[in-house]
């Protein structure tokens, strides 16, 4: 498969969404491509393939030029996140409440790798409760780990490599289905506490997340050419940061089919033109 996506951020700036590896994507998956025009994530058996439904993004009272930059405060970051309203699909109709920011405690890292635990692995028929609450509390410790070294910049093979962590929170509030639902397949410590101060009167629960790594030498890349050439006044793009990388993109399983994945690429490629990303692969 060699097609382009062109996805159009607000502001008008244009993304080049190039998909890169496609051998553990299954005929189906393929031909769901083809039908709908939308990238499929895959990592292994059981993850997500991304639907492309329509999602109103809108930034929290503040203009997209200056959406979560970095020359912000993380506490402002975490406050002029992107808020989302989601029609849900399904025999329960009403508003999905959904803000999406950039992951910066360590609270909202320790939720986004509890949920990837969740997402990323299955379970045999038979298999025990306390097997698999087991197993998901180490695979979420060692992701947790993984992840703080990532963004931190002190992981040895993400070297050069910017990772940033984008995290879609919704309110934990019992009256959502969505969220009642989600609340029982994660752990009690993966929840945020509530947070006023950034505008999060009440807890929330991580129901989507996906990582942005940007850098000359993006991850799975084992051949290495020397262009783009790099220098000042060459007339090319930074090699640094002019291209990006998507990867371990999930989706709560009670918050799936509802847009949550399209709303997380599209705010994380407008957070990345903002800081001169030109290509976005996945």
Known sequence: LSRSYIMMPSGGMSLQLQPRYWASASTQQAAAILRTGAPCYRRHAGDLAVAPYPCSVAHAGMPSATMAGPCQSPRQRRRHGVA??????GHQQGTLNMTISRAETAAELRAAACLRAYAFYTYPPGRSEWAERSHRR??????????????????????GVRVECWVA????????????EAAKDMEPSSKLPADPAAGHPAARIVIGTLDVNTGRNLPAEELQ?????????????????????????????????????????????????????SHMYV
């Open 138 to 159: 180490m695979k979420a410790d060692a992701e947790w780990e993984a992840l703080q070294a990532k963004v931190a910049g002190s992981e040895p093979s993400y070297a």
């Open 84 to 89: 989302v309203a989601q029609s849900l699909h």
């Open 225 to 277: 050419g020397r262009l783009p050439p790099a220098g000042a006044g060459s007339g090319s793009p930074d090699p640094a940061t002019a291209r990006a990388y998507l990867s371990n993109v999930c989706v709560a399983k009670a918050a799936r089919r509802r847009g949550v994945a399209a709303a997380l690429i599209k705010a994380s490629e407008q957070g990345a033109a903002q800081q001169g990303v």
């Open 169 to 180: 929170t919704i309110p934990d509030d019992p009256a959502c289905p969505v969220a009642a």
